[in-house]
Each structure stands twice: as C-alpha cells, then as structure tokens.
C-alpha cells in the first residue's frame, strides 16, 4: 500500500516538541490513557474499563451511551482481531464495528495500543486521525481507508524524520490547529 494524499505541515516541522509540551500544557495529562494502551498492547485486547477510558477521552464523552452498550466480550474480541491482524483494513474496521466507535476513536485505540506510540522509532504505530491534526498538514477529513492509511504512512515518515514519538507528534499537530483556529469550527466532508 502506498500514500495517495500529499500532506504539508502549516509549520515548521522543528516546531513538533514545542506544539506538543504546549498540547500537554493546555490539554492536561494523558498518562491514563496511554497507561490503558499500554494494557491493551501487553494482554493483546483492550478491557472494556480501558476501552471505555480511551473512548471518552477521544470523543469527550459525545456517543457514551453507544460505546457504554458494548459487552467486554465484544470490546475483546474486536480488539483482539484490531491488536494482532496483518490486514491494516481489518485491524481499523474491526474496532469500528463496537457501537459508538467511529474511525477517530478506532485510530485512538490503535494509537495507544500501537509500538511504539511513546518511542522515536515510529515505524510501526498509528496517528490519531483527526479533523485538527489533518487541518494542521493541510487536508481535509474524509472518513475512508485510503485518507486513513495515507496519513499513517505520512506520520510514521514524519516522526522518523523528525525523531519524534507518533504521540508527541500527535499532540503537536493536534495543539497547532486548535490554538490557531480558535472559534473555528473543524469540520468533515460528506464526500
């Protein structure tokens, strides 16, 4: 698979551990989150005390009553399948079949669950997709495999280049748009 979208950062790519100490500044701490992650990556499933952790920190509570429906068999086994596939298609959509759980969420539990999100070698985690973190490399959301999969192909390239970890790069571009664009709403596309 190979990236079909061009992506460029609206800043200085020297600028990442800046936006990203800004992000946990003005954002707040994310260690429990990250902790719930690192549950997921060791038992190979996410909990469904972790799952719902993550899910409410990503969507910030807007689906709850969706996500709050799934059993912890359903959140274990659809984790399981998204924790060990070779198929990246079947790892994003086999969380997005957990009620609630749309692709943001689903890259959010890839995300933290992923090796290393934490580390400078980026070479196998997963970006958070987000309409924020897009606007700050220049795209617009498109809720599709192919967007998703360009966009993990452009991060895990720009975190090696950069030495930094998916997630401090993750906060950066996150933190970039939302203090550049207060008052403006982000929004999806249709098509």
Request: glycine letters at 4%.
């Amino acid at each position: 698979m190979t990236a079909i979208t061009k992506f460029s950062m609206r800043f200085p790519k020297s600028k990442i551990p800046y936006w990203a100490e800004r992000y946990c500044s003005n954002q707040g701490d994310d260690s429990a989150e990250v902790l719930a992650g690192d549950h997921a990556r060791a038992a190979g499933f996410y909990t469904r005390d972790d799952f719902l952790l993550v899910c409410e920190w990503k969507s910030r509570g807007r689906p709850r009553r969706h996500y709050q429906r799934n059993s912890d068999e359903d959140v274990r086994r659809q984790s399981a399948i998204a924790l060990t596939s070779g198929d990246e298609s079947t790892r994003i959509w086999s969380l997005d079949t957990l009620r609630g759980v749309g692709l943001r969420t689903a890259t959010a539990l890839l995300h933290l669950a992923s090796e290393p999100c934490r580390a400078a070698a980026a070479g196998n985690s997963y970006p958070i997709i987000d309409v924020r973190a897009l606007w700050s490399l220049r795209c617009e959301y498109r809720e599709t495999f192919k967007l998703w999969w360009s966009y993990v192909l452009a991060c895990r390239a720009l975190a090696v280049e950069c030495r930094v970890s998916m997630r401090d790069l993750d906060r950066a571009l996150w933190e970039y748009s939302f203090e550049t664009q207060r008052g403006v709403k982000c929004t999806k596309l249709t098509s």
